[in-house]
């Protein structure tokens, strides 16, 4: 027996803490079955070796986010920890001495400054219109022979844009080092997105720092160890500091949400080997310039690289740095400050060239045979000056030529380079990230595919599942799945790479279960639910995007239900499947804010201006009940179950505003429902008894307001959409003698379908559960496995390698839609696909009670997979052998296990390696 896994802020090894009461984790290795932990001892030291804290030996089984309650900590500090454990046999273990640093636990800590270039010269004109500033003119017009007024607007003047593409900034400084260091951190962040070398030498791998964040409220610092790149006497260190998401364009806004001027902001700590301390920090001393070979760098519109200008490394200390600038300091840091708690982007996956292609047009077209996140990396070799420019897109038209599919602005996904003196150059920018399978290449000659390898970027999540069966299209989408969610973890989760990149709460409202079984998501989702707090509107409201894009998403949106209710059901995710009990109550709060709101959104009644007019939608009838229209959602606006395939517009593709307004009354009710339930629930589990009495009793009004108002006697609802059923029942809508008649109409409904998908972002999560629970599993398999559009293997036949945002975004004759070929929502199949196909379910919290329970009528011969759970592995396989099914597998100690048999019965397992055999 051993103890693996340690980790500290479900982090292994951190060097950037700044909470109070670090978590610690750890898991138990068992060689033999039924092994449990009895009680647990955690001692953590300081670097003298000076006891911080003994846990004392308790008599537990938790071993899942154990708060440190010792001495207080101290910034900048390094503190080591052990734990030992016994078992229900006796047995003892110990772990190895493991470590987490400290960051600042305040500002007293810095003594960095800000520092920034002189602005660049801004366009002016007449000189009434200057750099970023929209412009408006009136004019006069005759149309169709009458005098017209109209007002022209924009931010483009004869062709020149007002709000400039600058070049990065590089910035520079040069110390002295009296001694060998034995222990060098780097503090770091920026007004920007920033690269950090020193003395030659990358500080890290990672990339897109310091991610995105509402930076007037949240701006993320990283540290860095740097131990390996002191050196005694001369050291310099360079940054170069591009726009990111504080200058440059987001989504389909404009840019310069957060600042004009990019900044640094930089500490590093040296400590010699007698103790004595050397801080450099940014401030007096610093040089600057924007001559260097970035000249844009732009999330959405590319990186122009010119290697031409490339005039050495300015982070090694002979560099002449004489034509550089003096930079200006600014401010000392303010308290938006904050240690990076969460994993950092990277590169995970190098994808080489699968081919390249001449398209019907002549255009040369690099095939990666993967849809993904990030950028390539592409060897040169062409004459100085040549200029090339590599476009992504995700798909090829009908006809097999480069297509982009988004038009507007900050659409382009176009990098360019401009050839050096070298012979052979690499290519590989570092400022931006695109979605994109296939890159259109412009200049050059003589291209070999060994010239191209696509790098896929995502936030560094641990990965913590697998899946696959005997159908090779489920496995297909599984592999699906995974690639829009490593694709859409980019420092924050957002609903594509291409064109928004935005932190969409509802499609994480729709997919947090799957994500938490293909990984571990827990310190990445804790992140964003602090911008999500820190962003929620003084009315209660959750933005509908988070980070807010300030020019982009009108706060009306705010307030959806299906949207904000992210706030309560992330955090319980996080509770149930991780055992991270914290995120209940560090969001309660902002739960509960939530809650008010959606009430008082309920109770207000709908004016006649705002009354849904489409004849096809079932309002509640005025003169019925008033009393039930004060706990039905009935006024404003809410996305209800968006994107139904059968609800789409003059051009026959999906139309989700019309899917909202259709659904927004049952969809926005049977959530308010769940909502209060969902809250009472968490309130029980805080303590906070009042709440919960309060909110059960409201749960119980909404829905016999919904009954009453919405479903007839016989179990039809007014509006017969699949997801209005599903959700009916999901939420348990009505009484239950009506939930078989609903179910009875669901079926009869998805028959009539041709067994094809017509559900929205809402229900799609729960059509196939709703099937099984109710005994239609035959219909519910029909669903799954269709190809038929709109379904999920129609995708598979069309050769897609992530998960579409429309289900017809390649209509059956090829011609292809306006929207995102990455987006992971409707790939919340991956949870029914562990827990129904798999048979994997966690019957307790976070697995420290699993149920193992296939469906074994599946029409599938076997499935296999794995889980690394908070206490370690559970691996599991099933396979049919005539009447008989075999069932192996191994299950973590500090664990237990029951296997459903086919004849439903409940075989005990224990934990450690089983195999069962059974008859179907």
Not at 455 to 462: G, P, R
Not at 489 to 496: Q, R, S
Request: hydrophobic residues 35%.
């Amino acid at each position: 027996m051993n103890i693996q896994n340690v980790t500290c802020e479900f982090t292994h090894h951190p060097i950037s803490l700044d909470c109070w009461h670090p978590r610690i984790s750890w898991e138990i290795e068992a060689q033999e079955n039924n092994i449990f932990q009895a009680s647990y001892q955690i001692i953590v030291r300081d670097e003298s070796g000076n006891l911080m804290w003994d846990s004392g030996v308790r008599n537990s089984s938790d071993s899942t986010g154990i708060p440190y309650e010792g001495t207080e900590l101290k910034s900048a500090s390094v503190y080591t920890y052990k734990i030992s454990v016994r078992t229900n046999t006796g047995e003892t273990a110990e772990s190895g001495e493991h470590a987490f640093e400290t960051a600042f636990f305040d500002l007293s800590g810095w003594k960095a400054r800000w520092i920034e270039p002189d602005p660049l010269p801004q366009l002016s004109v007449n000189p009434l219109l200057t750099a970023r500033q929209e412009w408006e003119t009136s004019l006069a017009a005759m149309m169709r022979g009458e005098p017209v007024e109209m007002k022209l607007e924009g931010d483009i003047l004869d062709g020149l844009p007002l709000e400039p593409y600058d070049p990065a900034v590089r910035l520079r400084h040069t110390f002295v080092s009296a001694s060998p260091a034995v222990k060098a951190r780097l503090y770091v962040t920026a007004h920007g997105m920033y690269e950090v070398k020193i003395n030659g030498k990358p500080v890290t791998d990672s990339l897109l720092n310091p991610g995105f964040t509402t930076y007037d409220k949240r701006l993320k610092y990283q540290v860095y160890n740097v131990d390996s790149l002191i050196c005694p006497g001369q050291n310099a260190i360079a940054a170069t500091v591009a726009d990111g998401w504080y200058k440059g364009k987001i989504a389909i806004g404009r840019g310069c949400e957060y600042g004009e001027v990019p900044g640094l902001l930089l500490q590093l700590e040296l400590t010699g080997p007698d103790g004595t301390q050397q801080i450099v920090t940014s401030g007096e001393g610093w040089k600057y310039s924007f001559d260097g070979p970035v000249r844009t760098a732009d999330l959405f519109l590319g990186e122009v690289f010119d290697a031409r200008m490339d005039d050495g490394d300015p982070s090694l200390s002979g560099y002449d740095d004489s034509a550089w600038k003096t930079a200006q300091v600014k401010s000392s840091p303010d308290k938006t400050l904050e240690a990076q708690a969460s994993p950092l982007a990277r590169v995970f996956k190098e994808v080489p060239a699968r081919e390249i292609l001449t398209a019907p047009n002549g255009d040369t077209i690099i095939d990666f045979g993967q849809n993904l996140a990030g950028v390539i990396r592409v060897q040169v070799h062409e004459p100085t000056g040549t200029e090339i420019t590599f476009e992504h897109g995700e798909q090829l038209d009908k006809d097999g030529n480069y297509f982009y599919c988004f038009s507007g602005t900050n659409k382009e996904q176009k990098d360019t380079y401009i050839c050096g003196e070298a012979e052979y150059e690499t290519f590989e920018p570092h400022f931006t990230y695109h979605g994109f399978r296939y890159v259109r290449v412009t200049g050059g000659t003589d291209w070999k595919k060994e010239d191209f390898t696509a790098l896929a970027v995502s936030t560094d999540n641990e990965v913590t599942g697998t899946f696959c069966c005997s159908n090779e299209q489920i496995n297909q989408l599984q592999s699906n799945i995974y690639w829009s969610q490593r694709s859409n973890n980019i420092t924050i989760p957002t609903d594509c790479p291409t064109r928004e990149k935005a932190g969409w709460t509802g499609d994480v409202f729709v997919y947090g279960a799957t994500a938490l079984f293909n990984q571990d998501m827990t310190a990445f989702y804790e992140d964003w639910l602090k911008s999500i707090r820190a962003e929620q509107m003084e009315n209660g409201h959750i933005l509908g995007t988070v980070p807010q894009i300030k020019n982009y998403v009108q706060q009306a949106y705010a307030g959806s239900l299906g949207w904000g209710d992210v706030i309560m059901t992330l955090p319980i995710q996080l509770y149930e499947l991780r055992g991270n009990k914290d995120a209940l109550a560090a969001n309660y709060e902002a739960m509960g804010k939530w809650m008010e709101a959606m009430v008082q959104a309920a109770d207000e009644l709908p004016m006649p201006s705002n009354t849904i007019s489409a004849p096809t939608v079932d309002t509640p009838a005025a003169g019925r009940s008033l009393e039930n229209q004060h706990y039905l959602i009935n006024s404003g606006f809410h996305f209800g179950d968006w994107i139904i395939p059968s609800v789409v517009n003059e051009q026959g593709f999906t139309d989700g505003p019309a899917s909202a307004f259709l659904t927004m009354n049952y969809v926005g009710s049977s959530l308010l429902a769940a909502d209060a339930d969902m809250y009472a629930e968490i309130s029980e589990l805080l303590g906070h008894k009042k709440n919960a009495k309060k909110y059960r009793a409201y749960a119980a009004r909404v829905r016999q307001a919904f009954e009453e108002e919405y479903v007839s006697p016989d179990g039809r609802l007014g509006q017969e959409m699949q997801g209005n059923y599903i959700l009916a029942l999901k939420h348990h809508m009505v009484s239950a003698e009506k939930e078989p008649l609903l179910a009875a109409r669901l079926d009869e409904l998805v028959a009539a379908n041709r067994f094809r998908l017509d559900t929205g972002f809402m229900s799609t999560p729960h059509l196939l559960d709703i099937l099984c629970e109710y005994g239609y599993q035959d219909t519910a398999w029909k669903v799954l496995l269709q190809t038929e559009c709109p379904s999920w293997l129609y995708e598979i036949r069309q050769g897609a390698t992530t998960i579409w945002e429309n289900w017809d975004a390649v209509r059956p004759d090829g011609e292809l839609a306006g929207c995102s070929f990455n987006h992971y929502a409707f790939g919340c199949v991956g949870d029914f696909l562990y827990r129904r196909v798999l048979g994997l379910q966690n019957a307790g919290i976070a697995y420290d009670r699993i149920l193992i329970s296939p469906e074994y009528g599946c029409p599938f011969e076997w499935a296999e997979g794995s889980y690394h759970c908070p206490h370690g592995t559970i691996k599991l396989k099933w396979e049919k052998d005539g009447d008989k099914v075999l069932v192996t597998g191994s299950i973590p100690a500090n664990t237990s296990a029951g296997l459903k048999l086919p004849d439903g019965t409940l075989k005990e397992l224990g934990n450690g390696k089983f195999k069962v055999a059974a008859p179907l």
